[in-house]
């Protein structure tokens, strides 16, 4: 199976998108730790996530993305978000960037960019909260 649905309360909603398990299990870890911060959804390609993120209502405050994925890069899934949940938050965590890849992803919507050696503490810090 690609991905797992889930639904817990809170009050900022993660989606994690990327095509490593380890990767998806690590940041749904580190989101228990962090106060009000539930994942409600995981994919590990874009494809099903924009699949997976009709069926979860309300959709996520927060999507946690992955640019290099097979199927659909993280671009692509960025330019299909804004067009279809403008108020989702996109937090680009990869493990190859560069600036240009930074600013491409910000120029087409993403919230964030972090590359996946940081810090766990800059990661949860960094979580956007949901645009209005």
């Known amino acids: 199976m690609t991905a797992q649905p889930f639904r817990d309360g809170g009050s900022i909603s993660v989606f994690i998108v990327d095509d490593h398990a380890v990767v998806r299990q690590g940041l749904r870890s580190l989101c228990d730790t962090v ?3 539930h994942v409600v959804g995981e994919a590990a390609d ?3 996530a924009l699949d997976l993120l009709e069926l979860i209502e ?6 946690v993305l992955d640019l ?3 199927k659909a890069s993280g671009m692509a899934v960025i330019q299909q978000i804004r067009e279809l949940y403008p108020a ?5 965590l990869t493990g190859f960037g560069t600036f240009e890849d930074a600013r491409a ?8 960019f972090l590359l996946k050696d940081a810090d766990p ?5 960094r979580t956007p909260t949901r645009r209005k």
Request: proline fraction near 12%.
């Open 35 to 37: 106060d009000d911060v």
């Open 58 to 63: 309300p959709p996520p405050q927060v999507l």
């Open 46 to 48: 874009g494809v099903v």
């Open 105 to 112: 992803a910000l120029s087409l919507g993403a919230s964030g």
């Open 121 to 125: 503490e800059e990661i949860s810090s």
């Open 88 to 92: 989702i938050a996109i937090l680009v």
């Open 68 to 70: 290099q994925m097979p």
